[in-house]
């Protein structure tokens, strides 16, 4: 197919939301019940009922204010798990929404166990337990019976811009069908989630999208953003994530469920003895994928969840709940005769990824999650400076989003932004969606998703270089990320599918050129693994507890710093 087979569809709608994953979908339910005569538009890449990071489902809720807890405690907490700094007013008005969102769900259908008494059973501190394999077709039911329009197999490549810099809408392709979308709306909410795909990641060859997180999340919500000159922030925060070697599932499922402890090959409980002073809810996030990675770096490994102590009843029992998200451990468990109460189970970091919902990059927003782009809202992963979301979180901050979007829409006064001549703009991007159909010769995107890879696992701290870094490796970075930003315009698509390879990679390569500068410009080191400077070992909350945010001008990437306001004491 190329260009001049391309036809052109224009929708108009009031609101539209760009992701179909969890925090889109309660969006779209939550602005139909706020507004029923409101037009919402999800725009999804893959399919609602089985998209996002949470297609394959859940088997806990991890965001959860139980009894004896409050949302204060709650900002406490994250603050404390993410090492100092957080945005606290987003993470407070998050959480004074959690069990209001869940209570929601369930009431669509969602199993949440509950103990004798009726009340929701804990999975430690802030978890409560669900039977969550079809989490996601629940909710895409109930985005369907709200009378929310969906379009399916629809790749969103930019939003379409004012000339007073308000997003006025998208423009994308249909992956099945090629056609071409321009989609005119009142407002916009961004749900794109994070993205995977920027690191060589451990599994590689026809299992290289065995990976923790969706491998279909490629960070075009922030590429967009980035490419319209949105403020982001907390990109150096990445994720690693630690899970069980070559089948990547969770860990916390054996930690807080089945009270596995982390051992390495000389048996001994490292966390445990090294960790210990970080108090009794144990060691961050961060350091309980660093304290594994020192382990094997310094000769110590391989790292295990010891399991061992687990009775035939309990290794039934933990068989059943990894069924709920990772029935293919069970079967690899199966075909490899091997059982976790006689053996301790294997773990390793994953690669990084960009995940605002576990730690903080995203879109730099305010309590109304609205971006510095008129027009444009986020939420759930791409939405920055609050960790610790989860899909509860996501939820939340989909609700929070879709209600100021609508009070929006209802303000909203025809401007000359409206009458703005779009023509040109659409054109010029009409062109840059089909380039890579009409070239007969040229580079294929899986080979510069590779390239990619290998430039930013060795110079930006991959797996590996034990996720460490410094000055020099990271300008080397971004030396080679320039030279694959002069080489798109070879990029070569035979059809569809690759057509939507080749903006994936684009969009990686985006959000990677400010990845680097923000892991460049901050000098400290304040999430050991995910941000593990070598020149600069040391936390410094005297010159560092502080935001690193960036914007994209013509000139390049401009750093900006935004202070930390401590809210909840």
Same mark, same amino acid.
């Given at each position: 197919?190329?260009?001049?087979?391309?036809?052109?569809?224009?929708?108009?709608?009031?609101?539209?939301?760009?992701?179909?994953?969890?925090?889109?979908?309660?969006?779209?339910?939550?602005?139909?019940?706020?507004?029923?005569?409101?037009?919402?538009?999800?725009?999804?890449?893959?399919?609602?009922?089985?998209?996002?990071? %949470?297609?394959?489902?859940?088997?806990?809720?991890?965001?959860?204010?139980?009894?004896?807890?409050?949302?204060?405690?709650?900002?406490?907490?994250?603050?404390?798990?993410?090492?100092?700094?957080?945005?606290?007013?987003?993470?407070?008005?998050?959480?004074?929404?959690?069990?209001?969102?869940?209570?929601?769900?369930?009431?669509?259908?969602?199993?949440?166990?509950?103990?004798?008494?009726?009340?929701?059973?804990?999975?430690?501190? +802030? &978890?409560?337990?669900?039977?969550?394999?079809?989490?996601?077709?629940?909710?895409?039911?109930?985005?369907?019976?709200?009378?929310?329009?969906?379009?399916?197999?629809?790749?969103? @490549?930019?939003?379409?811009?004012?000339?007073?810099?308000?997003?006025?809408?998208?423009?994308?392709?249909?992956?099945?069908?090629?056609?071409?979308?321009?989609?005119?709306?009142?407002?916009?909410?961004?749900? @794109?989630?994070?993205?995977?795909?920027?690191?060589?990641? &451990?599994?590689?060859?026809?299992?290289?999208?065995? !990976?923790?997180?969706?491998?279909?999340?490629?960070?075009?919500?922030?590429?967009?953003? !980035?490419?319209?000159?949105?403020?982001?922030?907390?990109?150096?925060?990445?994720?690693?994530?630690?899970?069980?070697?070559?089948?990547?599932?969770?860990?916390?499922? /054996?930690?807080?469920?089945?009270?596995?402890?982390?051992?390495?090959?000389?048996?001994?409980?490292?966390?445990?003895?090294?960790?210990?002073?970080?108090?009794?809810?144990?060691?961050?996030?961060?350091?309980?994928? #660093?304290?594994?990675?020192?382990?094997?770096?310094?000769?110590?490994?391989?790292?295990?969840?010891?399991?061992?102590?687990?009775?035939?009843?309990?290794?039934?029992?933990?068989?059943?709940?990894?069924?709920?998200?990772?029935?293919?451990?069970? /079967?690899?468990?199966?075909?490899?005769?091997?059982?976790?109460?006689?053996?301790?189970?294997?773990?390793?970091? @994953?690669?990084?990824?960009?995940?605002?919902?576990?730690?903080?990059?995203?879109?730099?927003?305010?309590?109304?999650?609205?971006?510095?782009?008129?027009?444009?809202?986020?939420?759930?992963?791409?939405?920055?400076?609050?960790?610790?979301?989860?899909?509860?979180?996501?939820?939340?901050?989909?609700?929070?989003?879709?209600?100021?979007?609508?009070?929006? !829409?209802?303000?909203?006064?025809?401007?000359?932004?409206?009458?703005?001549?779009?023509?040109?703009?659409? +054109?010029?991007?009409?062109?840059?969606?089909?380039?890579?159909?009409?070239?007969?010769?040229?580079?294929?995107?899986?080979?510069?998703?590779?390239? /990619?890879?290998?430039?930013?696992?060795?110079?930006?701290?991959?797996?590996?270089? #034990?996720?460490?870094?410094?000055?020099?490796?990271?300008?080397?970075?971004?030396?080679?990320?320039?030279?694959?930003?002069?080489?798109?315009?070879?990029?070569?698509?035979?059809?569809?599918?690759?057509?939507?390879?080749?903006?994936?990679?684009?969009?990686?390569?985006?959000?990677?050129?400010?990845?680097?500068?923000? %892991?460049?410009?901050?000098?400290?080191?304040?999430?050991?693994?995910?941000?593990?400077?070598?020149?600069?070992?040391?936390?410094?909350?005297?010159?560092?507890?502080?935001?690193?945010?960036?914007?994209?001008?013509?000139?390049?990437?401009?750093?900006?710093?935004?202070?930390?306001?401590?809210?909840?004491?």
């Amino acid at each position: 197919m190329g260009i001049s087979e391309t036809k052109i569809e224009s929708i108009e709608t009031d609101l539209l939301i760009i992701g179909g994953g969890t925090s889109g979908c309660l969006a779209a339910v939550k602005a139909r019940e706020k507004a029923p005569d409101l037009d919402v538009l999800i725009l999804e890449k893959a399919h609602i009922e089985r998209s996002g990071c %949470l297609a394959a489902g859940m088997n806990a809720i991890n965001a959860y204010i139980n009894p004896g807890e409050t949302p204060e405690s709650f900002v406490e907490y994250v603050r404390k798990d993410a090492l100092g700094l957080i945005r606290e007013d987003l993470v407070l008005s998050m959480a004074q929404r959690l069990n209001e969102v869940v209570q929601d769900v369930e009431s669509w259908g969602l199993p949440i166990k509950k103990d004798e008494d009726g009340n929701y059973v804990s999975r430690g501190r +802030w &978890n409560i337990k669900i039977n969550g394999e079809a989490l996601k077709p629940i909710i895409a039911s109930r985005v369907k019976e709200a009378g929310v329009n969906v379009l399916n197999r629809v790749v969103v @490549t930019n939003y379409l811009m004012s000339e007073d810099n308000e997003v006025i809408g998208a423009i994308g392709f249909g992956v099945r069908d090629g056609k071409c979308y321009v989609v005119r709306a009142g407002a916009t909410i961004i749900a @794109t989630g994070g993205t995977a795909g920027l690191y060589k990641p &451990n599994n590689d060859g026809s299992a290289h999208h065995k !990976i923790w997180y969706s491998p279909f999340n490629t960070g075009g919500g922030y590429a967009m953003g !980035i490419r319209a000159g949105a403020e982001m922030t907390s990109f150096e925060m990445r994720f690693i994530a630690l899970r069980i070697k070559d089948i990547v599932a969770p860990t916390g499922t /054996l930690a807080l469920g089945f009270g596995a402890t982390q051992v390495n090959s000389l048996g001994e409980r490292f966390m445990q003895d090294k960790f210990a002073d970080m108090g009794a809810e144990g060691a961050p996030t961060p350091i309980r994928v #660093y304290g594994p990675t020192r382990e094997v770096k310094e000769g110590r490994g391989p790292v295990f969840m010891d399991t061992t102590h687990l009775t035939d009843e309990e290794v039934k029992e933990l068989k059943a709940s990894y069924l709920n998200m990772y029935p293919d451990l069970i /079967l690899y468990w199966a075909a490899n005769n091997f059982d976790p109460g006689k053996e301790p189970i294997e773990i390793e970091g @994953t690669e990084p990824y960009l995940v605002g919902g576990h730690a903080q990059a995203g879109y730099w927003i305010n309590t109304r999650r609205e971006t510095t782009l008129k027009g444009l809202y986020a939420a759930g992963d791409v939405a920055g400076g609050a960790p610790y979301k989860f899909v509860s979180g996501c939820w939340a901050e989909g609700v929070i989003a879709a209600e100021n979007a609508v009070e929006y !829409i209802k303000n909203k006064q025809e401007s000359k932004s409206e009458q703005s001549d779009l023509t040109k703009k659409l +054109w010029d991007e009409y062109n840059r969606i089909y380039a890579p159909l009409e070239r007969e010769k040229g580079v294929k995107p899986r080979e510069m998703e590779e390239r /990619l890879q290998k430039v930013m696992d060795e110079y930006a701290g991959g797996v590996s270089r #034990y996720y460490e870094m410094n000055e020099r490796e990271l300008k080397l970075a971004l030396k080679n990320i320039k030279r694959l930003q002069e080489q798109i315009e070879f990029l070569k698509a035979d059809n569809l599918h690759e057509l939507m390879n080749c903006h994936e990679v684009v969009d990686r390569i985006d959000v990677a050129e400010v990845l680097v500068n923000h %892991l460049l410009y901050r000098r400290e080191t304040r999430w050991p693994a995910y941000q593990t400077r070598t020149d600069y070992p040391g936390r410094d909350d005297q010159e560092w507890l502080k935001f690193v945010n960036s914007r994209r001008e013509q000139d390049g990437v401009k750093m900006l710093e935004k202070s930390y306001e401590k809210l909840v004491k």
